[in-house]
């Protein structure tokens, strides 16, 4: 079954940093674009961060309040995206998902698709 797995979430204080990894189950699938996106308790779930598969400076994207805090990045041979956060405040607590276009083959079949993580809590404290 393939779907896409996040880690790296936990408890830290403010100003403290945590790097969260998102990876397709299946080392035979392919990510394409990817994005994290993060929901708060009572709150919209909102899009913080996107990367193109190329990556580079013209396929990232920020939502404003993580510019010049948080920094997507990925290893295409590790099928690896990385969301790496500084300077974390009380207000970046929430779940962080990861959503992804996966490419996999299936009983000789191609799919392309989009998935969802099943979310990782990243909680800032003191």
């Known amino acids: 079954q393939v779907q896409l797995v996040e880690s790296g979430g936990g408890l830290v204080q403010p100003g403290g940093s945590l790097r969260l990894s998102c990876s397709p189950s299946?080392?035979?699938?392919?990510?394409?674009?990817v994005s994290w996106y993060r929901q708060a308790p009572g709150k919209q779930r909102e899009l913080v961060a996107t990367i193109s598969r190329a990556g580079g400076a013209g396929g990232i994207i920020y939502t404003d309040s993580v510019k010049g805090r948080f920094t997507i990045s990925r290893d295409n041979a590790k099928n690896t995206v990385y969301l790496e956060m500084t300077s974390l405040k009380p207000e970046d607590t929430a779940v962080y998902y990861c959503n992804g276009d996966l490419s996999y083959y299936d009983n000789g079949r191609y799919y392309m698709r989009n998935f969802w993580g099943q979310g990782t809590q990243v909680t800032v404290s003191s």
């Open positions: 299946r080392s035979d699938s392919s990510a394409n674009t």
